[in-house]
């Protein structure tokens, strides 16, 4: 059975913090392929997203090149809200029964998971794969799975502890300070944010 990692997210920027999470899910989960998911229109995300396009780009540029990694358009191109039960339906009609699906991401979204749509209906379509920062405590994450509906769920949570603590805000704040985001951001993506003059 085919195993692939769904990474989604705002991307609001893409950086290596998100390729290290990609990249340490594909090895500790034998993952074959990892699709990179950007959303399109967040329901839960602060009005400071950029626009789609941009972020499609970014994320383009940093998995340029990298063999098992992809891109999708499916949320972006999808109208309204992109919610994750809707993306992980399609997902699964598309590649059928033999293939697993792992929804990665970081620990603040699994902490919000129950205010998502459906959120029960997407713990029967896929696992997921949680990666913490150093030094982050789990205390919410701890109180959630003991909620009665997701503690017949808790299996399919997988934590993974990351040694990287990058954010997209504090380089969104580093860059209106004009200070150095060299060595959280690839060189193809702020060579990209440079050119579109972004989070000026």
């Not at 329901?43 to 999708?72: C, L, N, T, W």
């Not at 896929?126 to 909620?147: A, D, M």
């Not at 209106?176 to 989070?199: A, G, H, N, T, W």
Request: glycine share 6%; net charge positive.
């Amino acid at each position: 059975m085919k195993r692939i990692g769904v990474l989604g997210g705002t991307f609001n920027p893409v950086h290596k913090g998100h390729l290290a999470l990609a990249a340490s899910a594909k090895d500790q989960f034998a993952l074959d392929h990892i699709i990179f998911m950007p959303s399109g229109t967040p329901p839960h995300k602060p009005k400071e997203v950029i626009d789609k396009e941009f972020r499609y780009q970014m994320v383009k540029r940093a998995i340029g090149g990298i063999d098992d990694y992809s891109i999708s358009r499916v949320e972006l191109d999808r109208p309204g809200y992109s919610y994750a039960v809707d993306t992980f339906n399609g997902l699964k009609k598309k590649f059928g029964k033999n293939v697993k699906l792992f929804y990665i991401m970081g620990l603040d979204s699994i902490n919000e998971i129950l205010s998502w749509k459906k959120p029960l209906e997407l713990f029967k379509l896929c696992e997921f794969i949680v990666g913490t920062r150093p030094g982050t405590r789990i205390r919410t994450f701890r109180r959630l799975v003991k909620f009665p509906p997701l503690e017949k769920e808790v299996d399919k949570i997988h934590i993974m502890e990351l040694k990287e603590n990058i954010s997209s805000s504090d380089i969104r704040k580093r860059i209106r300070d004009s200070k150095p985001v060299e060595k959280m951001v690839p060189k193809k993506v702020l060579d990209y944010i440079k050119k579109q003059e972004l989070y000026k």
